[in-house]
């Protein structure tokens, strides 16, 4: 899937592409974000982050990508952004499960803890009035961004090996 014709861009936004993953999971962990200054479809900067954690499940490498892509904008960031990723746990976090966890308190429909809930804690505060368009992409299906995610994640992982 070709994010410039699924979002059809016009005008300063930036694109994110993230990813995070370890392996054996539970494990050493990488993460890795891509951030794309644009102007329409032209990129005018690209910045690349990437870190692991030597103990890790592939969830916290994939919030944690997300947090650390918004962290390095500025608070008061004017432009659009666009984050992709291929972890529906990400993605159905930010879109669907987030309103009802945050009402309950930071629990589940179980009343159990929201896993990960520190993490999913400093990603809706670092999400807060920011327009940001969540955007799931498939895996490993060749969209060259992702690839490019995943790779890096990997290597930082393989950084711990």
Known sequence: MNISTQI???????VIHTDGG????????GWAAVLRRMEGPAEIRVKRLKGNEPETTNNRMELT??????EFLKADEP???VLVSDSRYL???????????KARG??????????????????D???EGRDIRWTWVRGHSGDPR???VDRLATRAAAMLA
Request: proline share 10%; with cysteine; charged share 25%.
């Open 91 to 101: 993605i159905d976090g930010m879109t669907v499960y987030l309103p009802s966890w």
């Open 146 to 148: 992702n690839d490019e």
């Open 106 to 123: 930071w629990r589940k429909s179980d009343k159990k803890p929201v896993e990960n809930g520190e993490l999913w804690q400093a990603l």
């Open 125 to 127: 505060a670092l999400a």
């Open 65 to 70: 990508a997300a947090i650390r892509a918004l």
């Open 79 to 81: 432009d659009p952004i």
């Open 22 to 29: 370890c392996s054996p999971n539970p494990g050493a962990g």
């Open 8 to 14: 059809r861009p016009s005008g300063r936004h930036i």
